[in-house]
């Protein structure tokens, strides 16, 4: 049978927390139960002896977190985007794993931008398996916000999302490639020229000779030497690609 309009009061736990007299007597009211007043005194009598209460706190086993965060993933439920996104947070490296695998898997649209906004401080691991999720997503639309986003997260990022625009041949994102070879860090001018030499043409060799001449160490020298091959391959003519390409290095050499 239905209970009747004064038979039930429907009364959240946090409100009852935060405002226990407030609460009953709403309670009182609706549950037409009396006169509260009687009870006003005892009640907060109460309320005061346990207004220092700390409830209970359950923290929930790693694996278990990661557990859940891939279940939800497969059930589809958008309606767990908060949750999964806060866990991007977690401490634990298992769960924050899940948690950017479980965003892709509710909404790809919804975790393209939260997904970036993670790689301004994901280091090692974290920051390969995001930019991997990002390069997986179909379309132009992710590789522009990719290219626009690169000065912005860490070095890491930076080398996992070059390693995208490479991977999707983005050849309308090589100047992005070519600004990063200006980074402050050496691991991400190497990234950069790397990228460039899946993207870079015989157009893009004077400035990969400039990059040469520029570069620090044997790494970032054997790089842009790489870019600078890939390119020069490009050159139609094979005969005269080392002509050619000796011809730019000389215009590039201070006299």
């Not at 309009?5 to 409100?15: A, C, K």
């Amino acid at each position: 049978a239905l209970l009747g309009p004064n038979q039930l009061s429907e009364v959240r736990y946090e409100d009852l927390v935060k405002d226990p007299v407030g609460q009953m007597r709403r309670i009182y009211e609706e549950l037409d139960l009396g006169e509260f007043d009687r009870l006003l005194p005892a009640l907060e009598q109460y309320a005061a002896g346990h207004s220092d209460y700390k409830k209970n706190r359950y923290e929930i086993a790693p694996e278990t977190r990661a557990e859940i965060l891939a279940a939800l993933g497969r059930r589809g439920d958008a309606s767990a985007l908060p949750a999964v996104f806060g866990a991007f947070k977690a401490e634990d490296a298992e769960v924050r794993v899940a948690a950017l695998q479980a965003a892709v898997m509710l909404d790809r649209e919804k975790a393209i931008p939260e997904l970036l906004a993670y790689l301004k401080t994901a280091q090692g691991e974290d920051a390969e398996m995001a930019g991997d999720l990002l390069g997986r997503m179909k379309g132009s639309a992710v590789l522009d916000r990719i290219a626009k986003v690169l000065p912005d997260v860490t070095p890491k990022a930076q080398a996992a999302l070059m390693k995208v625009l490479a991977a999707r041949r983005a050849f309308g994102h090589k100047d992005a490639l070519f600004g990063r070879t200006a980074a402050e860090q050496s691991s991400v001018r190497v990234a950069a020229l790397n990228a460039l030499s899946e993207l870079a043409d015989a157009k893009d060799l004077p400035r990969l000779i400039k990059l040469l001449l520029k570069a620090e160490g044997d790494t970032e020298l054997a790089a842009a030497q790489k870019a600078i091959v890939a390119a020069a391959r490009q050159i139609e003519d094979a005969e005269k690609q080392a002509a050619e390409l000796l011809a730019m290095y000389e215009e590039s050499t201070p006299e």
